[in-house]
């Protein structure tokens, strides 16, 4: 396969995508497709995606109508990509001919992470959607919960009535009954559960960063592509190769030309995630271990303003006061274990 579009851009057309696509798979160590559905499947989808479709070919996971509907979905993205994928490689210096098809599989997974985010419908809406679920699941267990209170209490009166007159001693051994009592507080723990999940959510999302906006998190991407492959570093200055390569893989992935995202771009190029990328690509592992620790820290400071919304009584209060010291013990795990990993 020609290599010139790597170096001087122009267009691709259907074959050369088409081996563009088998190459990159070869690369990364994924079987070549073997009949007509594997070629289908090397044509639509990255090798991450691949490699699962050949896993689950013949088992009971596959859907074919599923991976149909990915394919139609990922059509109009592998159109765009004929004329926009030799601009963005040509942003990526990569010297080794296995790094260029493993750049070109990168890059359309980036996008195709992008397609999927861009026509999700807004966080906030879903998290909207999700509590208003929540709290009408809330209220119709809670009238359930009252009915069965109702339902114990005459079944009580009424039990203490009849074992008198049966000489019955122990009514409760009985599992029919054992069965009642059970129901009632599996409803009041599972309500409970709920509401301590709702608070907990509520404080972590109002926790979460701006940061982790969908385009913010998008430029973090497309930065992690080009630590790898040798592309553009991220400035604020307009017009620079990074804004163009990342106009050019947003326009690949929504069809919206001219995004060149400089508040996104500005935004990360000061933050601490730049610098979390850029330690990792020098050899620095300890991009995981400070992602987990954000989480245990976001998780402890969520939990703890749940607990000050939340009567001190209660089976709520309890779930998250047990939650909150799992998550310490978490977070006091961790950070022994790095300190001890740093001095040696």
């Not at 209490?153 to 009849?162: A, G, Q, V, Y």
Request: contains cysteine.
């Amino acid at each position: 396969m020609s290599s010139t579009f790597w170096k001087f851009g122009g267009t691709l057309d259907v074959q050369t995508f088409t081996e563009l696509q088998s190459l990159a798979k070869k690369a990364l160590g994924y079987p070549e497709p073997r009949n007509c559905a594997e070629r289908a499947a090397s044509f639509y989808l990255t090798g991450l995606d691949y490699n699962e479709f050949l896993d689950n070919r013949n088992t009971s996971h596959f859907s074919a109508k599923d991976y149909g509907r990915k394919f139609r979905q990922r059509a109009p993205l592998i159109g765009r990509a004929f004329d926009l994928l030799p601009s963005i490689l040509s942003c990526l210096k990569c010297d080794l001919v296995k790094q260029r098809y493993e750049s070109a599989d990168r890059v359309l997974e980036v996008a195709f992470e992008c397609q999927e985010q861009a026509a999700q419908k807004s966080r906030k809406a879903q998290r909207t959607r999700t509590y208003e679920s929540v709290d009408s699941l809330i209220a119709t267990l809670e009238k359930l919960k009252n009915q069965i209170e109702i339902i114990d209490n005459d079944t009580i009166s009424e039990l203490c009535s009849f074992m008198g007159k049966v000489n019955i001693e122990e009514p409760f051994e009985y599992p029919e009954f054992k069965k009642i009592f059970q129901f009632g507080d599996e409803i009041h723990l599972y309500m409970e559960l709920i509401q301590a999940w709702r608070r907990f959510d509520i404080e972590l999302q109002s926790r979460s960063e701006s940061p982790g906006t969908k385009r913010f998190e998008f430029v973090r991407q497309v930065h992690r592509l080009c630590k790898k492959f040798d592309g553009p570093e991220p400035k604020t200055t307009p017009n620079s190769e990074f804004s163009d390569l990342t106009a050019w893989i947003y326009e690949l992935a929504t069809g919206v030309p001219d995004v060149s995202s400089p508040g996104a771009i500005s935004r990360y190029a000061r933050s601490k995630y730049r610098k979390m990328v850029e330690d990792f690509a020098d050899g620095d592992m300890g991009l995981p271990d400070r992602i987990m620790e954000d989480h245990w820290i976001r998780n402890v400071e969520s939990l703890d303003a749940a607990m000050k919304h939340t009567e001190n009584s209660g089976l709520t209060a309890k779930i998250l006061k047990h939650a909150l010291a799992t998550e310490n013990e978490k977070l006091k795990w961790f950070r022994e274990k790095k300190k001890v990993n740093s001095s040696n």
